[in-house]
């Protein structure tokens, strides 16, 4: 018998040892003060902390919930290739309709449309030319405008270091936004409710990168308190890769245009790490990677905290310039650790913006081309962006031109030639993929649906410790009640019962860390919801072994016997419950999915500990010992 439940116990141990680690970093994130969070931060770890966390939602942390609607009628408006008075008043009417009745617009529209009789092909030829057509087409255009408006949102999210955000569909044309820890209601509604702003800003050439550069430490330099903030914002980042002189990179390194000078004997002296800070604070955070500067994503936060110095402000206004950075860290080589994002000095004024682009498609470009069978995004501009392109390329020839969307550097090429006709290509990607990706960032710029907060909530930081406080309280009296209760009802056996409880729980917290999932008080009151099914699942157990005890059978027959008839009803009373939870997950939004989470991970869980952990403590118990009476 012993022999037999070797596999349970390594079963059970990795199980546990696996809990472990994945509640670990909760534990030790719940107990961190804000120092040590702050330290994390500085050096670009804590958002890799963050991720192993069980995370709190919007009831529990605070935040705000906004739910945004896309502005249909001004997005059919704006599609009409012609507009006039009997038009608008048909869109304004259909608007009216549609928020009284609660009506889709374009139906309500379409249904105007015949009752008047305006031939629409007239307005929008382009979409077709039925009503049909023209129809299905604004609906196509509609359901593509919201999908834009959900990436944007998300990128522009990503901005407040929201843990778990929530951004989701509800219906056809709302939004459902929840942030959670997000006090600045007034920069989240400006946030979220303005425009995509795509720009094309030209790239300031080296030697004017490298001035301003050196303006910028000439205004630093002898800040011992900066310099003292680098350096230990840098410190244990130089310790662990073990490299010296990482941040001394100078200007001349960067750009490659001046003399290279080389490094000073004293630099390898111990203590000339700290004296790069105080001679170029600025350019000692900057790494030299493949054809442009970079940051490293470790030194990002002491960076952004540098750009945000009145010195820096004030010399980067003189000179009519900004450090924008690129989207993402990426490696300069591969399988390489270390990650960077992109530096780039821009002109502050874009030269184009994105409202010029009428159409960005990815393709593979056509033989006879420099491009031929490679990626590319094929940009058609109007009129007015026709004139201006021309003019921008022709007179920057050879200089490199930055798009940028929501103030991130999407792509930096050069200009080759001059590009009459608004028709032009972005060429240099890796994949299809990465070319679609820029398209879509490019169409989600030029004609985003517009959209408008219909519902707001905020939800204080306050009352969410006080959510916190009073579920954990309700957690803690349930389970302490049903341990007491099972340990009196059952005897031994509810002291089993009790461990496989406290299993129950841990595993349950475990798959939340593990799925990065989020713990809202719906999920609270989900988990309490398990404790009582898993001690459910127990109670049937031990009913049926106490019947097989009346039968006169020994207590290691009864308790196979036992088992065995309760299984069935334990996953007969239990999947109807996981039915339940995976519609929930499904269809519900915010905490009702937290809820949804907990209650299908619980549910499983406690049909685990209930008939695998709790049945091999009872065979370990009968295995070596003639029990004649069983505890129960």
Do not use: C
């Amino acid at each position: 018998m012993q022999k037999s439940l070797t596999p349970r116990y390594l079963i059970i141990g990795l199980i546990l040892i696996w809990a472990v680690y994945a509640l670990l970093p909760t534990w030790e994130y719940e107990n961190m003060s804000e120092e040590k969070k702050e330290e994390l931060r500085t050096l670009g770890e804590l958002e890799k902390t963050e991720s192993r966390i069980i995370r709190q939602g919007l009831d529990l942390k605070g935040g705000m919930y906004i739910v945004l609607e896309a502005d249909i009628p001004l997005l059919v408006t704006n599609l009409a290739s012609m507009k006039d008075t009997r038009l608008e008043k048909l869109i304004d009417s259909a608007r009216k309709q549609s928020l009284s009745e609660n009506q889709d617009f374009i139906s309500v529209f379409e249904q105007q449309v015949k009752i008047d009789g305006l031939k629409l092909s007239r307005y929008y030829h382009e979409q077709g030319a039925s009503l049909d057509e023209i129809i299905t087409s604004l609906n196509g255009e509609a359901d593509d405008a919201i999908n834009r408006v959900l990436e944007i949102l998300q990128n522009r999210v990503d901005q407040f270091g929201v843990s778990e955000p929530t951004i989701q569909k509800q219906g056809k044309h709302r939004i459902v936004v929840e942030l959670a820890g997000i006090q600045d209601s007034e920069r989240a509604r400006a946030l979220l409710q303005s425009t995509a702003l795509l720009e094309f800003y030209l790239v300031k050439n080296v030697a004017v990168t490298n001035e301003v550069i050196s303006q910028l430490d000439n205004a630093l330099k002898g800040d011992v308190d900066l310099a003292s903030s680098i350096k230990q914002d840098t410190k244990e980042l130089e310790e662990k890769e073990d490299k010296e002189d990482k941040s001394s990179t100078t200007v001349s390194e960067l750009f490659g245009d001046q003399e290279e000078v080389p490094l000073d004997q004293s630099t390898k002296d111990e203590g000339s790490s700290d004296d790069i800070f105080l001679e170029a604070p600025f350019s000692g955070l900057l790494s030299a990677i493949p054809g442009d500067m970079g940051i490293d994503e470790k030194n990002l936060y002491a960076f952004r905290k540098l750009l945000k110095r009145d010195e820096v402000r004030s010399t980067l206004e003189n000179a009519n310039g900004q450090f924008l950075l690129s989207q993402q860290a990426e490696p300069v080589a591969p399988n390489s650790p270390e990650k960077y994002y992109r530096l780039y000095y821009l002109e502050t004024k874009p030269e184009l913006t994105g409202g010029i682009v009428e159409e960005a498609r990815a393709d593979l470009g056509s033989l006879g081309g420099g491009s031929a069978g490679q990626p590319v995004v094929s940009l058609s501009m109007n009129s007015e962006g026709s004139r201006t392109w021309s003019r921008v390329t022709g007179a920057n020839v050879g200089e490199r031109i930055a798009i940028v969307l929501d103030q991130k550097v999407h792509m930096a090429p050069s200009i080759r030639e001059k590009i009459p006709g608004g028709r032009t290509q972005i060429e240099g990607f890796a994949d299809l993929d990465e070319a679609k990706d820029l398209a879509i960032i490019l169409r989600a710029g030029a004609l985003p649906a517009p959209v408008n907060i219909i519902e707001e909530r905020i939800v204080g930081p306050s009352l969410g410790a006080d959510s916190i406080s009073q579920g954990t309280q309700a957690v803690l009296i349930g389970l302490v009640s049903v341990l007491i209760f099972m340990l009196v009802y059952y005897k031994l056996a509810g002291t089993v019962a009790d461990f496989a409880l406290v299993w129950n729980i841990l595993l349950v917290l475990a798959v939340l860390a593990s799925l990065q999932a989020t713990l809202t008080l719906p999920g609270i009151a989900g988990l309490i919801l398990t404790v009582g099914m898993s001690i459910d699942a127990n109670v049937i157990i031990f009913e049926r072994i106490r019947e097989e005890l009346r039968k006169g059978k020994t207590p290691k027959a009864a308790i196979d016997s036992g088992y065995d008839r309760a299984l069935t009803t334990i996953i007969d009373a239990n999947v109807t419950t996981l039915i339940a939870s995976l519609v929930l997950y499904q269809f519900g939004t915010g905490p009702i999915k937290g809820f949804a989470t907990v209650l299908f991970w619980g549910i499983l869980i406690s049909m685990f500990t209930a008939v695998f952990i709790t049945r091999t403590i009872f065979n370990a118990y009968v295995s070596n010992r003639t029990l004649t009476k069983l505890s129960i």
